[in-house]
């Protein structure tokens, strides 16, 4: 397993704005910091339900369905160069969402925020079920995961104002290096290098 191309495309996945991300950033500036932090908190467990329930999954898809992991890295490869894409071309125009900043909230963005869906069916796929094979490793890289994500999430909330002005006057550039971290991944998790 590559361990930098892994937590690289967490990282890039979890920092880069989202959903779930830009609430949270909405959250901290018309809610305050404790408000945001419910909002995180129902976020992250959700992100690990999430993350559980695709590592159950894909692995009974792998007992019944031999070949899916190599279907699944595939998947997760245009999945990952699909972002990279999305990210490179986000402008600075994007509207921000306004949302009641609390636990239920988060919980329930993330059931329905596409790009954490995505992310949570192919990164155990990807990265840990063709080198690991114990449930117990799954777990492993579920809290590995779930932990990276909360750490993302707490960012948004301890930098947001800062944070948010220094993409605004630095977005191209920061788009382009995580697009480009984003390309690496994908490739390191097609198998090309």
């Known amino acids: 397993m590559n361990i930098i191309s892994f937590i690289i495309y967490c990282v890039v996945v979890t920092f880069t704005p989202g959903p779930t991300n830009i609430v949270i950033l909405s959250s901290v500036h018309h809610f305050g910091v404790k408000k945001a932090m419910e909002y995180v908190c129902g976020a992250t467990i959700a992100f690990g339900l999430l993350l559980a329930a695709s590592s159950m999954l894909n692995r009974i898809l792998a007992g019944v369905i031999p070949n899916i992991l190599s279907i699944m890295q595939i998947i997760g490869s245009l999945y990952m160069l699909y972002l990279a ?19 239920v909230s988060g919980l329930l963005m993330q059931f329905v925020n596409p790009k954490v869906l995505l992310f949570t069916l192919t990164v155990i796929p990807s990265y840990v079920m063709p080198y690991y094979t114990s449930s117990a490793s799954s777990f492993l890289f579920v809290m590995i995961i779930t932990v990276i994500g909360f750490l993302a999430f707490t960012t948004w909330v301890v930098f947001g104002a800062v944070f948010r002005r220094f993409l605004q006057n630095h977005q191209k550039v920061i788009n382009t290096l995580m697009a480009l971290f984003l390309v690496y991944s994908a490739i390191m998790v097609s198998g090309i290098l």
């Open 85 to 103: 894409y999305q990210i490179y071309k986000m402008g600075s125009t994007e509207s921000k969402p306004t949302s009641t900043a609390n636990f």
